[in-house]
């Protein structure tokens, strides 16, 4: 048996995952989505492959609570989602198979379900010419135009066995450009039922739509694709299962969680001569009288008093030298003119005035 022969291959979910997927043959089968909630993300997923890939079973994306339908929200929500899979052999153990730069292609392709059908995206070749869905004549099969996007490498120990091992994962594209590409019309008469905007091809009797719809509606799968594009005789794309069905969340999500936003303040006055010159922070009196109630005994529970002025305050991280050099000269000229003038205070000062009265 030829293991190099796509036929002779097949794909499964992410090996790390087949110890919980191992009494449900659907999910083992299929490629699993991966959910993280972290701009480190990819540093996220090599750690845990480094020290407990079994654990990798965690970060599976899952419905809402309360929801049948999973939706992957977008990475301005916080949220980054990969697709992973395993391209094995066909023989005894599942052997990992190891794609080849030079002559193989491991990618995915995203597409649209639409009844029973599966749709693939076909890009434009410029701004002018928007991409569109279009039906695929067999779902198992890939569409001589249809966008592949990459899959990386990710290697690990098995558990148990002592075994160095691969899986295939790739960035689920839930944000495009080419949404917003295809969305530029102002005709209400192109919009469907659903809400989402359609655009007309003068070259095409179809209708053109956004590749990621805004409309709440609309239903994805990732499919894995294994090729040898540049193998004779050519042999057809091995494509895997469909993942679980998802929406993708709009930009204004109602839904969507708050991304956490923290900013790092220095630590060290090395750290506050690195920073930007003017940088500043505005406190509101309300939260300038909260501030004030810390002091040493913070930690241990004990707040002081509020101070009661009636001011906020502007803390900035760095002051420029020319105001530094200013403030010293205000302060040097206001003790000069209080030592020369500041007597007059003490004097009492009669101006005699000629006023006379009136006849």
């Known amino acids: 048996m030829n293991a190099a022969n796509a036929h002779d291959l097949t794909w499964v979910a992410a090996a790390p995952l087949w110890k919980g997927l191992v009494k449900d043959r659907t999910k083992l089968r299929r490629p699993a989505l991966l959910r993280f909630d972290s701009d480190a993300f990819m540093e996220d997923l090599f750690a845990q492959l480094e020290s407990k890939p079994e654990e990798l079973a965690a970060r599976i994306a899952a419905p809402e609570q309360g929801k049948t339908t999973l939706k992957l929200y977008q990475p301005v929500h916080g949220q980054f989602h990969l697709v992973a899979a395993s391209l094995v052999c066909q023989l005894p153990g599942l052997p990992d198979h190891a794609v080849d730069a030079a002559q193989e292609k491991a990618q995915f392709v995203l ?3 639409s009844g029973d ?12 010419s928007p991409g569109a869905w279009r039906a695929v004549a067999d779902r198992e099969k890939l569409d ?23 899986l295939l994962f790739g960035l689920v594209p839930t944000s495009s450009r080419d949404t917003f590409h295809a969305a530029e019309v102002t005709d209400p008469a192109m919009v469907t039922d659903d809400g989402e905007v359609v655009l007309k091809s003068a070259d095409s009797a179809g209708a053109l739509v956004p590749k990621l719809g805004v409309s709440g509606g609309a239903l994805y799968v990732i499919r894995c694709v294994y090729r040898k594009p540049r193998c004779e005789p050519r042999e057809p794309p091995l494509l895997s299962d469909p993942t679980e069905r998802f929406a993708i969340a709009s930009y204004f999500d109602p839904d969507a969680p708050a991304r956490n936003i923290r900013i790092a303040m220095p630590t060290s006055f090395a750290g506050f001569a690195k920073m930007k010159k003017n940088v500043g922070f505005i406190l509101s009196n309300e939260v300038r009288r909260k501030l004030s109630r810390v002091g040493p005994d913070a930690l241990k529970g004990t707040f002081g008093p509020e101070d009661q002025a009636d001011k906020g305050e502007i803390c900035s991280l760095s002051i420029p030298i020319i105001t530094l050099v200013a403030t010293i000269i205000l302060m040097v000229f206001v003790t000069l003119l209080n030592l020369v003038f500041g007597w007059i205070g003490l004097i009492k000062i009669c101006l005699p005035i000629n006023l006379k009265a009136k006849e």
């Open 117 to 128: 059908a599966e749709l693939a995206w076909i890009a434009g070749k410029d701004a002018a």
């Open 144 to 166: 001589a135009d249809e966008e592949l996007l990459p899959l990386f490498p990710g290697n690990f120990i098995e558990e148990g066995a002592d075994r160095r091992r691969r």
């Open 111 to 113: 597409r649209r379900i």
